[in-house]
């Protein structure tokens, strides 16, 4: 099942919006050099025609195309980024909640 927002993620529901962001954070340094590179290489393929598209928008109607993207852009990033990070949640908690 795909998971647009933190909120959604079962362990992480206790906690506050900005400490799943930081465990999140936390959960995706733990990826090794090559998810990280899969990760960056899938937000890179996403991202691509929606930036692509921005170049053929021309005068005064790129300013809400721009901050269109730019809303956007967490909302397309950030299940990918949950994905890669659930496989390390259980251990960021655990560095989280030490740090506390």
Avoid at 20 to 47: D, E, F, V
Avoid at 58 to 86: D, H, M, N, R, S
Wanted: proline share 7%; glycine share 4%; no cysteine.
């Amino acid at each position: 099942m795909m998971t647009f927002f933190s909120s959604q993620v079962t362990p992480l529901k206790p906690f506050k919006i900005r400490q799943r962001q930081q465990i999140i954070a936390l959960a995706l340094s733990h990826l090794t050099p090559m998810q990280k590179i899969s990760l960056r290489i899938l937000k890179l393929l996403l991202l691509t025609p929606v930036f692509l598209s921005l170049a053929y928008i021309e005068g005064w109607l790129l300013l809400p195309a721009l901050l269109l993207t730019g809303v956007a852009y967490p909302l397309l990033t950030t299940p990918l980024e949950i994905q890669f990070a659930k496989g390390h949640l259980q251990h960021a908690i655990k560095e989280f909640t030490q740090g506390e």
